[in-house]
């Protein structure tokens, strides 16, 4: 197996729009959830995670919605044998906030509702080069199909305005 993903601008002062490659080399066949690719409404994917660091200082997304998703009702997507699957996702680097300082900007918010609010105000001004990575973790729920997907790290460079 093997993930690439590439950004499609290797710069950019606001939404990069990253393209994911997953290639099945082996005989066997897979599923995995599918990814959540709208960059409007977002939510925390179950299964997948985009690691997202500049030095060494990680990075998430603080528009995400965190909700439980019902697992049943996310779209399963089937990976035969010798077979080729790509979406897209994107992220917004004015939006980006460090991981550590997350849990404190959270806890500032009451009521929760208030979660767009500091979206829409944020902006993040650590410009530079990041790191961007995206991996699935194998499916707890389904012993028979060990499925974890780990992508190559690609750059992005996050320039002021």
């Not at 290797?10 to 599923?31: D, E, H, M, P, W």
């Not at 995400?64 to 009702?73: D, Y």
């Not at 699935?136 to 690609?154: H, M």
Request: charged share 25%; glycine share 2%; hydrophobic share 35%.
């Amino acid at each position: 197996m093997t993930v690439n993903i590439k950004p499609v601008s290797l710069a950019t002062s606001g939404n990069v729009v990253f393209q994911c490659t997953i290639t099945n080399l082996t005989n066997k066949k897979y599923r995995y959830f599918n990814f959540d690719p709208n960059c409007g409404e977002r939510y925390e994917p179950e299964f997948w995670k985009i690691v997202i660091r500049k030095d060494t200082t990680n990075f998430i997304d603080c528009s995400l919605e965190f909700i439980l998703r019902n697992r049943i009702e996310d779209p399963e997507v089937k990976l035969y044998k010798k077979s080729t699957r790509t979406f897209n996702f994107c992220l917004d680097f004015n939006i980006l906030c460090p991981e550590l300082e997350f849990p404190m900007i959270f806890n500032e918010l009451k009521p929760y509702s208030d979660i767009r609010k500091l979206t829409k105000e944020y902006n993040n001004e650590s410009y530079g080069i990041y790191e961007v990575q995206i991996f699935y973790l194998k499916d707890p729920f389904d012993p028979k199909n060990p499925l974890s997907l780990i992508s190559n790290w690609t750059k992005v460079e996050y320039v002021h305005d």
